[in-house]
């Protein structure tokens, strides 16, 4: 059961991938961005975009870029109502969010805020201090893929 659920999981995790690939570092191409949150020396989450993922071309699969593995112990689907709000709170695990349709942000300390659409990744990491608020915005649901990443 645990081998089909990773399996589950990674097989997940690929599609996410190599749905993004369209977007990726090549000629002309966007690059694959995603937003790490993080806690600072100061106790506050903090947000950093990281930019030019490596990908490389498959032989195997023209046309086809794709990044090295990486190693997730689970996978969650998630939907917030319009509305939704949760207070300060802390990543409670080390884990790529990516929303899959609707609107949501992530407000830190000071109010800076950062818009969550389709196809936005954030990497959650602020696992210390004070955390950050999450919401649901506009008028429908908000999904999202939660991959859990495994210890590294």
């Known amino acids: ?7 589950s999981a990674a097989l997940a995790g690929c599609f996410v991938l190599g ?3 369209r977007f990726l570092t090549a ?5 694959v961005s995603v937003t ?16 030019g993922l490596r990908l490389t071309p498959d032989a195997a699969r ?3 870029e794709a990044s090295d593995v990486i190693k997730v112990t689970g996978l ?9 709000i949760r207070d300060w709170h802390v ?5 790529y969010i990516v929303t899959l349709s609707g609107k949501g942000e992530i407000e830190l300390a000071g109010g800076r805020k950062i818009a969550l659409e389709p196809g936005t990744i954030v990497l959650a990491e602020d696992s210390t201090g004070q955390g950050h608020i999450s919401r649901t915005i506009g008028i429908e649901d908000r999904i999202a ?6 210890d590294h």
């Open 27 to 31: 000629q002309g191409r966007t690059p």
């Open 76 to 84: 969650q689907f998630a939907r917030t109502s319009p509305g939704w």
């Open 19 to 21: 749905w993004e690939a």
């Open 36 to 51: 790490r949150l993080y806690t600072g020396a100061d106790g506050q989450t903090h947000a950093e975009k990281i930019t």
């Open 145 to 150: 893929l939660n991959i859990q990443l495994a």
């Open 62 to 64: 023209s046309g086809l």
């Open 1 to 7: 059961m645990r081998s089909k659920w990773l399996l």
């Open 91 to 95: 990543a409670e695990r080390h884990q």
